[in-house]
């Protein structure tokens, strides 16, 4: 009984999955911008942004991908910061850093802004992006399940960058990956403390997070905050996340949900 409940669940989540966006041929699939980023030209301001979208293929009804943008100030392009796996097989490091479009389509599936800084809380977090880039332990390492992968990086970012107060959504998997032989550590945000046993089993509670288990990499809760249920496959359903609404006094911060 208690098998077929389960079954049922995940097959309820499964219809709400937006199938249709999962590119079947990366040689043809979609790699456009969405529109999301204001054009370098444009936008004269700092700028830092967190996307994510449907990953490829089969695992894009799991899981998201996410990446990290930036814009220094007066600069001429964006850079994109991925962890991928065939990044790791073409160069021999899994982190892919380059000019690029910051809002692209992910092989077909849209990209979702998921969070933005601006103006100069973008211009203090850029540096410090760009040192956790440099202190990533696993540029030569990419396990999709349950980690380290591309979430594991955005998280890693996210986490030592002081600037960046902000959690991935529940289906970003492998975010929960805290690092070998690390069983506790503070949540993403900053607001509380997470367990994690190598990302498969765990539990996370804090003020920006509310309660959150995860089981076999898959995560779900209750966001208190901003009213929200996490699900695993589909994300939040409710309000969408933004920044705990305390921390350092800067009126130029443009947080986004997830």
């Known amino acids: 009984m208690t098998i077929r409940v389960v079954t049922l669940f995940f097959l309820a989540l499964a219809t709400l999955i937006p199938v ?16 999301l980023a204001p054009r370098p030209e444009d936008e004269s301001d700092a700028l830092v942004q967190i996307y994510a979208a449907r990953a490829f293929r089969w695992r894009g009804y799991f899981a998201v991908h ?14 994109t910061y991925h962890v991928t796996n065939f990044g790791l097989r073409r160069t021999g490091s899994t982190i892919v850093m380059q000019e690029d479009i910051p809002d692209r389509r992910w092989f077909g599936a849209d990209s979702d802004l998921l969070y933005e ?43 030592q960058s002081p600037d960046l107060r902000f959690e991935l959504p529940p289906h970003a998997i492998g975010k929960d990956w805290l690092g070998d032989g690390d069983l506790v550590g503070v949540s993403e945000t900053g607001t509380g403390l997470q367990f994690s046993l190598f990302g498969l089993l765990g539990l996370t509670m804090g003020l920006g997070e509310g309660i959150e288990v995860n089981l076999l990499g898959l995560s ?20 969408r996340d933004a920044e705990p609404p305390f921390g350092p006094d800067e009126p130029d911060i443009a947080p986004k949900g997830a």
């Open 66 to 79: 996410t990446w990290v943008a930036t814009k220094e100030k007066n600069a001429a392009a964006y850079t």
């Open 117 to 159: 800084l601006k103006g100069l809380k973008a211009e203090r977090a850029i540096p410090q992006i760009q040192a956790a880039v440099q202190t990533y332990p696993y540029h030569d390492f990419y396990r999709a399940w349950p980690g380290p992968n591309s979430n594991t990086f955005v998280s890693h970012i996210i986490r």
């Open 220 to 239: 779900m809760g209750i966001d208190f905050l901003r009213p929200a249920i996490k699900l695993p496959l589909v994300g939040r359903l409710g309000m």
């Open 20 to 35: 249709t966006s999962l590119a079947q041929d990366w040689r043809t699939a979609d790699r456009s911008s969405m529109g």
